[in-house]
């Protein structure tokens, strides 16, 4: 073997033997990351079961003021629909409306915590963005509400009519969950819909209103 074939044979070893290590390497880095990728999703799906029960509540808070709308005042809120629904308690006086209780009302009632864009709406001057009720911005809302001009309510169907869902920005097309809807309902129980009942489990589908694929949400809107 001359001096040049032994060089060739060397080089080639060398090369070898740095890709096995390098496959070696990723190996180890990928099972020392396994563990790591396990918790990321654990984390993750604890957090996002903590927001859907937190949001289920507030679902369930808000449809008790509603019901307090009605034992003071005898009806529903009717002139307005949407996010001014929703806000008809507030509006009333039926729920505390001061600078000093406003952020744990609306965190309680109105803004779901996987809600990013409503969260970063109201920022951390809450009364500065519910101040000015009539003309509060939509995506301040993580909520749909019942469009009661176009459906009035029925107290007697209360278990089957949808007074509110989840809807995050200003039109509402914003699913704040990974897979599921919550709904309030008229007798403020709250009932989820799976994101598979959208066309094809196409996640932008989704809408509240006369286009929704879902026709228990045609009957809901954004719109002030």
């Known amino acids: 073997m001359t001096d040049a074939d032994a060089s060739a044979h060397g080089r ?3 090369a070898v033997i740095t890709i096995v290590l390098i496959a070696l390497a990723i190996v180890a880095l990928v099972l020392w990351l396994g563990p790591f990728r396990r918790t990321v999703v654990i984390y993750t799906t604890l957090t996002d079961t903590k927001n859907l029960v937190v949001c289920k509540r507030n679902l369930s808070s808000l449809g008790h003021a509603i019901e307090l709308y009605y034992q003071r005042f005898g009806s529903y809120p009717s002139t307005r629909s949407g996010v001014q629904f929703l806000l008809a308690p507030l509006k009333a006086g039926v729920v505390e409306y001061r600078p000093e209780t406003i952020d744990k009302i609306v965190r309680n009632l109105y803004v779901c915590p996987a809600d990013d864009v409503a969260s970063g709406a109201i920022a951390s001057n809450v009364w500065e963005a519910f101040r000015d009720l009539e003309n509060l911005q939509p995506e301040c809302v993580s909520y749909a509400g019942r469009n009661t001009i176009d459906f009035p309510l029925d107290r007697r169907k209360a278990a089957i009519e949808v007074i509110a869902c989840d809807a995050g920005g200003v039109d509402g097309r914003l699913l704040t969950h990974r897979r599921t809807i919550n709904v309030l309902f008229l007798d403020r ?8 009942e959208l066309p094809g489990g196409d ?4 809408a509240v209103g006369p286009r929704s694929p879902i026709d228990s949400l045609r009957t809901l809107n954004k719109d002030p």
Do not use: Q
């Open 12 to 14: 080639r070893r060398i």
């Open 189 to 196: 129980s709250v009932g989820e819909i799976d994101i598979s």
């Open 203 to 206: 996640e932008s589908t989704f």
